[in-house]
């Protein structure tokens, strides 16, 4: 209760509702520029079987490398004379190649699409030979699995 002359006023607190709108106002802001509407469309071969997921990406990188158990594919094209089962350092090396051949700073993003039953040190071995080309960004592509 506060004094006022000789009369005295009950006085309740008050929600002021300005800085929880502040607030909102700058978390509507911050969706609205980093939503991305576009949906990522990738063609594959039959050859793959992908494993699955239900995180979605929002771009496409442009790079994109398909690995199966027999074959390596960068946008598409076959590196002829590469299997990824039995690649020796040779092999890994050409494929390190390829990729900083192609790699732009500004853009070092990659997609890998591998095939679900190729082993961990086939996955590892491109991810390393990526990285060692420049590539910071890499992502895996999986089919996408509805959640229930």
């Known amino acids: 209760m506060k004094k006022l002359s000789n009369f005295y006023v009950e006085s309740k ?7 929880f709108l502040d607030v909102m106002t700058v978390l509507l802001l911050y969706l609205v520029v980093t939503f991305s509407p576009d949906e990522a469309k990738v063609e594959l071969t039959n050859e793959i079987q992908m494993p699955k997921s239900n995180v979605a990406l929002s771009h496409l990188p442009d ?3 398909q690995i199966t158990t027999d074959k390596l594919r960068v946008n598409g094209e ?21 990729l900083k051949a192609r790699f732009n700073p500004e853009k070092a993003h990659l997609l890998i699409m ?19 080309a420049g590539y910071s960004d890499i992502y895996l592509l999986t089919e996408w699995e509805e959640t229930k």
Do not use: C
């Open 13 to 19: 607190p008050m929600l002021v509702p300005v800085s």
């Open 63 to 65: 790079l994109r490398i």
């Open 78 to 98: 076959e590196v002829r004379g590469f299997n990824p089962l039995s690649a020796g350092d040779e092999e890994w090396k050409k494929y390190a190649e390829i």
């Open 114 to 132: 591998a095939d679900k039953n190729l082993t961990f040190q086939t996955l590892d071995l491109a991810f390393a030979h990526a990285t060692s």
